[in-house]
């Protein structure tokens, strides 16, 4: 079976650090990988996705990165974060062929002070 | 642009009720899936129930089911019987065949009281 798993849980960074957070999944190959964020009572927002190694989509430009080094490993980084960075942050994999179900990681709860 | 609305904010229903909450969507493709997730306190997401776009069936899992109007592009799911463990923030999401990602509403907040 797959699974997906996100670290850190949850993230406490000062305004003006650096950042990464790595997703990964197990029991699948070839996965398309998904980066979201969710503000305090909202909805999502995708950041990212990539459907293959060094792929990498971009929806909204702004002081946040994703790299798969790897085919399974999906990691979001920022230089220097701001307080606005602050929310949870979903990873979330689909097949690439014969399947269209999106399914998510436990999350990363991230708070910029 | 592919847009899904949920128009209720805020739902509640009473232990071993029945409540619907509502989807509608926006889009010009004809062949797509639709969705309906469900985010409880620990922020999990869950895959609750989807539904093929082409399949005139309305899709039923256990408690949850949906009523599927392709013409109207509106997307309800129902949930009977009503648990507690049904509280949760339910969002609706949509996306069209391939590698696309899914474009979700802003969620509905269920309440269920006992």
């Known amino acids: 079976s797959q699974t997906i798993h996100q670290w850190p849980a949850t993230l406490v960074q000062p305004v003006g650090s650096p950042l990464s957070l790595e997703c990964t999944v197990e029991?699948?190959?070839?996965?398309?990988l998904y980066w979201y964020r969710q503000a305090a009572g909202r909805g999502l927002q995708l950041l990212f996705y990539s459907v293959g190694i060094g792929q990498i989509s971009s929806e909204v430009p702004q002081n946040l990165s994703a790299s798969r080094p790897q085919d399974r490993q999906f990691i979001l980084s920022s230089k220097k974060l701001l307080l606005s960075d602050s929310g949870f942050y979903l990873c979330?994999?689909?097949?690439?062929?014969?399947?269209?179900?999106?399914?998510f990681g436990p999350g990363t709860r991230l708070t910029v002070t | 642009a592919q847009t899904v609305t949920q128009s209720q904010p805020e739902m509640s229903v009473q232990e071993a009720e029945t409540v619907t909450l509502s989807c509608t969507y926006d889009?010009?493709?004809?062949?797509?899936?639709l969705f309906w997730y469900k985010q409880p306190p620990s922020r999990q997401m869950i895959l609750v129930i989807r539904q093929e776009a082409y399949k005139q069936q309305n899709a039923t899992e256990n408690r949850f089911s949906v009523n599927f109007q392709k013409a109207a592009k509106s997307f309800s799911l129902k949930i009977s019987d009503s648990q507690l463990g049904d509280a949760a923030m339910y969002f609706c999401?949509?996306?069209?065949?391939?590698?696309?990602?899914?474009?979700f509403g802003k969620g509905t907040r269920l309440s269920v009281i006992a």
């Open positions: 979330a994999w689909k097949r690439s062929f014969g399947s269209y179900e999106q399914y």
């Open positions: 999401a949509y996306r069209v065949s391939g590698n696309t990602p899914l474009v």
């Open positions: 889009t010009s493709e004809s062949d797509y899936y």
């Open positions: 029991g699948t190959s070839n996965p398309n």
